[in-house]
């Protein structure tokens, strides 16, 4: 049975998301059944945690999420594209697609409820891609990053926080 354990994957921490939702343009239900909403994302942050290489930190510029939810309603599918600038001064262009678990509690947020409240990490989950043209940061492109995410409710609105891992390949041989 161990070596059906072996040669797994393991993560390393390494970047913190964080974009503030902006404005929303509801499509409505498209051909396919599913609910489409358009989140404008303007502004955020991206930043490496301590210890992780190749370190920055970036200021979100554009951005925006194609929502969808399924037909049933029980989950969402993110479709988030941006882009961010270095302190540096150099463009990165970030993506990150991932699922959401369409609790109660995440629910209230879609609906604006008033009651609506920020929710634990847990209900999401994703990966991102980063396309750079930085030399220092290129290790970044042939990398692979999976996330858990979360949003954030505040008096001024919505923040999209993800907290993204390194995929580092197993070199175990069974």
């Not at 161990?2 to 503030?20: D, H, M, Q, R």
């Not at 629910?107 to 999401?124: C, L, R, Y």
């Not at 923040?159 to 995929?167: D, G, K």
Request: net charge negative.
């Amino acid at each position: 049975m161990s070596g059906e354990l072996s040669g797994f994957p393991t993560l390393k921490p390494a970047i913190i998301t964080k974009v503030n939702i902006g404005e929303l343009n509801d499509l409505g239900t498209i051909h396919n059944g599913s609910r489409l909403m358009h989140f404008g994302t303007p502004t955020g942050t991206i930043e490496t945690v301590p210890g992780f290489e190749p370190a920055f930190k970036a200021d979100v510029n554009f951005g925006a999420d194609w929502l969808s939810f399924d037909p049933d309603g029980t989950h969402a599918r993110i479709d988030l594209r941006g882009m961010a600038k270095t302190e540096a001064g150099h463009s990165i262009d970030f993506r990150y697609q991932g699922i959401i678990r369409v609790a109660p509690e995440v629910k209230k947020i879609f609906e604006m409820s008033p009651d609506a409240a920020t929710v634990p990490f847990g209900f999401a989950t994703g990966q991102h891609q980063f396309l750079v043209a930085d030399p220092a940061l290129k290790a970044l492109e042939n990398s692979v990053f999976v996330s858990n995410g979360r949003i954030k409710v505040h008096e001024k609105g919505l923040i999209v926080e993800t907290r993204q891992s390194l995929v580092i390949a197993s070199t175990v041989m069974d």
